[in-house]
């Protein structure tokens, strides 16, 4: 079946956004060009789609990221051929990397033109092939309806990702008749949903054996809003649980059971939960390197339940005693239905002993180091007085003490670069989230490295009335470098010093480019600036924390050593006190 307008003819560009509008797709970020300028006229038009004229391609897909992750819906970028496309590129990595559902378009030259090198020609789905879900060249103006129609299909169901549409120009330009898919037929993508039976009883008889189970979760967790049937599978079992970096806030930090986050900047006790635990139920993750650490020592004594939408991921880090492929909101549901009135076994001495490490080695930052704020007390003094905001955080030091520190009591809240590590993610990245939910509070949490390659997109708040804050943590340096070159380079810094407290004047930065520019140096100006930046509601805002230089990231397990050689300082190990056990 499908869905003709009439007998009228449309040109490429006025069915792409015609197809846009069908979608449901109400804003698209991103910057015009030759190639794709025919598409800028219709689009320009539409009563329904909100174009935002963005500075940087690269700002235009992490905004997109971050609309999706907001909404739960696809986020749509667009550029043109050639350097307006390979900008994109950082923004589609790192949402392969971190599964989040965004539609790249993109202008190419006339097909008559392509592979002869022609002006701002460039292979981008070449180029892009292993950081898309899917890409496809369309060369046809009838064939747009079609291709728009499978990508939000793809982007947005099984494992989420970033999916390509490339359109000549002359696709754009010429016209057809506008024909509507009713359905989709997708030779090979059939994401399977729906877990095993057999494979839920047998998770379940795992459970009930063992004596120091764990629910290791990620994002997948927030992907499928997994969120009540986790707690309810929490409140039955009364497993501890460890949620990693992307799935902080899945289950609030204030249950009991929560013991943070794992990895490589994990507290002790999520770090001690998988390490000396005698069974994984892994949900929605992927066993990255930053979790376990030299893999041949993770968790040596567990056996694995993973379960997860995308097969690939099942066994390809960590050897797996039951696979369980499905939505992971079916599988959790799956496991409760099952478990609910089994006689499960008393997990009370495990659960003390990592309650134990979690009170003993939790974090208090104190205000000052040597004269100077310290960077830990500025974001928890931002997340006690902001509460359940949308929290961005760059990548970088900042991101950690975040990570730990932000008041994780609501799901879906948090929005980082897990995967791809992305510097330059946070300012876009919560300019998309505003736009996605324009009545919260979202703060950008960024260091000054970060924020001084994407913040040009504060004009784009300020000209949009966005009205994101933005807290840059000012320690004058590349932070997580610096703290690597402190420990492992002899103290040799080289080229990590910003000398950002002389240039650029970040306050005074702001204010140039339509935004608010505050400042703290002292405990009691951090609540004062925090405070006038929740007043301001109707443009952006930057905070600017100067912090101390060598604050460090504490607790850390070195790159490519064993969660076992944690440290929470220098030259200082945790006192796990095994006769807890």
């Given at each position: ?330 599988v959790i549901a799956g496991l409760t239905e099952v478990l609910r ?147 492992f380079y002899g103290g040799r810094y080289s080229n990590t010093n ?84």
């Amino acid at each position: 079946m499908t869905d003709t307008i009439g007998t009228l003819e449309l040109t490429g560009a006025q069915a792409l956004v015609e197809s846009l509008e069908r979608i449901g797709v109400d804003v698209v970020f991103g910057i015009p060009g030759g190639a794709i300028l025919p598409a800028y006229d219709p689009l320009g038009q539409s009563e329904l789609v909100r174009h935002i004229l963005v500075r940087h391609e690269q700002g235009a897909a992490h905004a997109a990221e971050g609309y999706a992750m907001v909404t739960g819906k696809v986020g749509v970028c667009m550029a043109t051929s050639g350097p307006g496309a390979t900008n994109l590129v950082t923004g589609l990595a790192d949402a392969y990397m971190d599964s989040v559902p965004i539609v790249a378009i993109t202008g190419q030259v006339n097909s008559t033109a392509i592979g002869t090198d022609a002006f701002q020609e460039a292979d981008i789905r070449g180029i892009t092939f292993p950081i898309t879900k899917h890409s496809f060249l369309i060369t046809r103006p009838e064939d747009i309806p079609g291709a728009i129609k499978a990508a939000f299909h793809i982007a947005g169901t099984g494992r989420p990702g970033p999916v390509l549409v490339d359109i000549s120009k002359d696709a754009l330009s010429t016209s057809a008749p506008f024909t509507w898919p009713d359905d989709l037929d997708l030779p090979g993508y059939r994401p399977n949903t729906v877990p095993h039976a057999r494979q839920i009883r047998a998770a379940a008889q795992k459970i009930a054996e063992a004596s120091r189970p764990v629910l290791y979760l990620g994002g997948g967790i927030v992907k499928a809003e997994a969120y009540a049937e986790l707690a309810e599978l929490v409140r039955i079992t009364k497993i501890p649980v460890v949620t990693t970096l992307m799935a902080r806030g899945a289950l609030p930090d204030s249950e009991p059971l929560n013991m943070g986050m794992p990895g490589m900047h994990g507290t002790v006790a999520a770090v001690g939960a998988l390490q000396r635990a005698d069974l994984l139920i892994a949900l929605g993750t992927r066993f990255d390197d930053r979790v376990t650490g030299k893999l041949s020592s993770f968790a040596p004594n567990a056996q694995v339940i993973h379960a997860d939408i995308d097969p690939a991921e099942i066994g390809k880090n960590k050897p797996v005693d039951v696979p369980i492929v499905g939505d992971v909101k079916a599988v959790i549901a799956g496991l409760t239905e099952v478990l609910r009135g089994a006689d499960l076994p008393s997990y009370s001495a495990w659960v003390t002993y990592l309650t134990h490490l979690k009170e003993k080695y939790k974090v208090a930052p104190e205000p000052t180091k040597d004269g100077l704020l310290s960077p830990e007390y500025c974001i928890q003094r931002l997340g006690e007085l902001s509460g359940d905001a949308i929290y961005a955080a760059g990548v970088g030091q900042h991101q950690m003490w975040a990570a730990h520190l932000l008041p994780f009591e609501k799901p879906g809240r948090w929005l980082n670069s897990g995967g791809a590590g992305t510097m330059g993610y946070c300012v876009p990245a919560a300019m998309g989230a505003q736009v996605g939910a324009p009545g919260e509070v979202v703060w950008g949490i960024d260091g000054d490295g970060c924020f001084q390659m994407t913040n040009q997109e504060l004009v784009t708040c300020a000209l949009n009335g966005i009205p994101v804050k933005i807290a840059v943590i000012n320690n004058e340096s590349l932070g997580m470098v610096r703290q690597w070159q402190t420990l492992f380079y002899g103290g040799r810094y080289s080229n990590t010093n910003l000398e950002s407290r002389r240039v650029p004047d970040f306050p005074m930065l702001a204010e140039a480019m339509g935004a608010v520019g505050l400042r703290a140096e002292t405990p009691e100006q951090v609540d004062e600036v925090i405070t006038k930046a929740l007043a301001i509601n109707d443009r952006p805002v930057v905070v600017e924390f100067v912090v101390h230089k060598d604050a460090m990231v504490w607790p850390m397990v070195a790159a490519g050593t064993s969660n076992d050689d944690i440290m929470i300082a220098k030259d200082l190990a945790p006192d796990w006190e095994e006769e807890v056990l």
